[in-house]
């Protein structure tokens, strides 16, 4: 008799989850050979402090040396937390559609969200249109709820 190791996930793993798949599809992109898409995510290495003491050009030369490590330090760090650890600790406890941060699962639908270069213009788009603001990094992006399935 085969034994199933197909474990059904809680929702808690699932955000996880996520979060690493994110972090997996951000290491492919920052290492890959396309500068148009790897300097977006160099530059958020870079502002989370994840990989101190390099340049932006630098860390384009060298980004070999980019670990998913780096990558979950990011996303920890924009999400709020000062290590991945105590981040991945929250995410246990979170089900998918609460990664507000990260939006993940409206990947899904595919939609437009309005990006700002700071919170400030974001909270003033807010206040005219309506939305939710999320700030990543040094940057805001608005997004709009999408309509029930």
Same mark, same amino acid.
């Not at 190791?5 to 929702?11: D, E, G, L, Q």
């Not at 788009?125 to 805001?140: F, P, S, T």
């Given at each position: 008799?085969?034994?199933?190791?197909?474990?059904?996930?809680?929702?808690?793993? &699932?955000?996880?989850?996520?979060?690493?798949? @994110?972090?997996?599809?951000?290491?492919?992109?920052?290492?890959? !050979?396309?500068?148009?898409? $790897?300097?977006?995510?160099?530059?958020?290495?870079?502002?989370?402090?994840?990989?101190? !003491?390099?340049?932006?050009? @630098?860390?384009?030369?060298?980004?070999?040396?980019?670990?998913?490590?780096?990558?979950?330090?990011?996303?920890?760090? @924009?999400?709020?937390?000062?290590?991945?650890?105590?981040?991945?600790?929250?995410?246990?406890?979170?089900?998918?559609?609460?990664? &507000?941060?990260?939006?993940?699962?409206?990947?899904?639908?595919?939609?437009?969200?309005?990006?700002?270069?700071?919170?400030?213009? $974001?909270?003033?788009?807010?206040?005219?249109?309506? !939305?939710?603001?999320?700030?990543?990094?040094?940057?805001?992006?608005?997004?709009?709820?999408?309509?029930?399935?």
């Amino acid at each position: 008799m085969p034994i199933n190791k197909s474990v059904p996930r809680s929702p808690a793993s &699932q955000a996880a989850s996520l979060v690493l798949r @994110e972090a997996k599809r951000l290491h492919r992109t920052a290492t890959s !050979g396309s500068l148009a898409s $790897a300097l977006p995510i160099l530059r958020r290495l870079l502002a989370s402090n994840s990989l101190p !003491g390099l340049s932006l050009p @630098e860390l384009y030369r060298q980004r070999n040396k980019v670990q998913r490590k780096h990558l979950l330090r990011t996303l920890a760090s @924009e999400a709020g937390f000062a290590h991945w650890e105590t981040y991945r600790q929250v995410l246990d406890e979170l089900a998918p559609e609460q990664l &507000q941060h990260f939006e993940l699962v409206y990947r899904q639908a595919g939609h437009l969200n309005c990006w700002f270069s700071s919170p400030d213009e $974001a909270r003033q788009y807010v206040a005219h249109h309506g !939305g939710r603001l999320l700030c990543v990094g040094q940057q805001a992006v608005v997004l709009v709820d999408l309509p029930a399935a």
